[in-house]
């Protein structure tokens, strides 16, 4: 016969901390789009409705009791929605919860009295790799904008004439507040909830009849994501090579024929390539042949800076160094902070020609 109470073995525990919210950043988007899905007033607005009817659902007698939404003043919408719970003349039948929502949501405090960045900055959900109909990579960036943060205060009341309903109706909403916050999850967002005051209303005559009142005020603290917050981006892949002190360091520079100067001859295309292991973020190497940039792939780069002989410059096309020149990148600013990344610039040696007919050797320079 099996006991009303077991001790049961946990052989794997559950996620706390750091590691609980990064689940729930996953679970956001887990059968989704790379970007969350929207959440709005009305998706709050229903997510909060229907945690009042289910997760405080009190029953009398075997009936349920009914869940009343009185979100505006219309009063043919609260006609609609009340007409099976009154008498004969038209007065409601005590035994019902009832929910309001003030009317203004106030900037919000999910993140405590921070602000939004100024300037709409947007954050990277998920990069995807691509290819053109020429088979050249790139990337797709999903971004999201800042959400805001909006603040909504609902009113939930219970009204009874059974006294033991309103005791077992606050035991009730004091448990899901015993950890200060409570949450509900509009389109599978994670939004937290707190209880800000209990007050009581019971009245002791009316007509003759005692009945009881208890309004619990809430706060949900929500955002707001509109479609209008989701960007899509694409951007041609980009590449780097290189990096110094005591961790791996090259630079690779292949030289192979390919631009037509004139109708039979070719510059020497020259790739330079530098790569940055992680937490790298310069290097500095001299170049050992003329060199002028035709294009700049970056690849987990999203800034930089380059210097030739210690003067800043720019990588286009008119970017042209000499033998000998000191080439040094500084300032790398990632993607993702903790994957390497690579540049890489394309371009020609712009002292030397080649006619096509003729083979040419490819020349492959490497520094570890």
Not at 36 to 63: N, S
Not at 321 to 326: A, I, L, P, R, T
Request: aromatic content about 12%; charged content about 30%.
């Amino acid at each position: 016969m099996s006991k009303a109470y077991k001790n049961r073995l946990r052989l794997k525990g559950s996620a706390y901390g750091t590691e609980r919210r990064k689940n729930i950043a996953k679970e956001i988007v887990k059968d989704s789009t790379p970007l969350p899905k929207t959440l709005l007033y009305k998706d709050i607005d229903e997510a909060f409705c229907e945690w009042v009817k289910k997760d405080l659902f009190i029953a009398f007698e075997g009936e349920e009791i009914p869940t009343i939404s009185l979100f505006s003043n219309q009063r043919f919408s609260e006609y609609m929605q009340t007409w099976q719970n009154v008498d004969d003349k038209k007065n409601l039948i005590l035994n019902f919860k009832a929910i309001t929502r003030e009317n203004n949501p106030k900037s919000g405090t999910i993140v405590g009295q921070s602000k939004n960045i100024p300037g709409e900055h947007s954050i990277v959900m998920k990069t995807v790799e691509a290819y053109d109909k020429n088979n050249r990579k790139y990337y797709i960036d999903y971004r999201l904008k800042q959400p805001m943060a909006v603040d909504f205060i609902y009113t939930v009341s219970l009204l009874t004439n059974k006294y033991e309903l309103l005791n077992e109706f606050n035991l009730m909403i004091n448990d899901k507040f015993k950890s200060i916050n409570c949450y509900i999850r509009p389109n599978d967002h994670f939004i937290p909830m707190k209880l800000n005051d209990i007050s009581d209303e019971s009245e002791y005559s009316i007509d003759n009849r005692q009945f009881y009142s208890q309004s619990y005020n809430i706060t949900v603290m929500g955002y707001i994501i509109t479609e209008d917050d989701y960007i899509v981006e694409e951007r041609p892949e980009v590449k780097f090579v290189g990096f110094e002190g005591d961790r791996k360091t090259y630079a690779d520079i292949e030289e192979f024929p390919i631009c037509n100067t004139k109708p039979n001859y070719s510059y020497v295309p020259i790739n330079i390539t530098v790569c940055f292991e992680m937490c790298k973020t310069s290097y500095k190497f001299v170049i050992d042949t003329d060199f002028q940039a035709k294009n700049v792939v970056l690849e987990n780069v999203r800034s930089y800076k380059v210097y030739v002989n210690d003067i800043e410059t720019n990588i286009d096309e008119n970017f042209k160094v000499k033998e000998n020149d000191e080439i040094h990148f500084k300032n790398i600013v990632r993607y993702k902070a903790f994957e390497d990344s690579k540049i890489k610039i394309e371009g020609v040696k712009y002292t030397e020609a080649y006619n096509n007919e003729d083979s040419v050797d490819i020349i492959d320079i490497t520094h570890c």
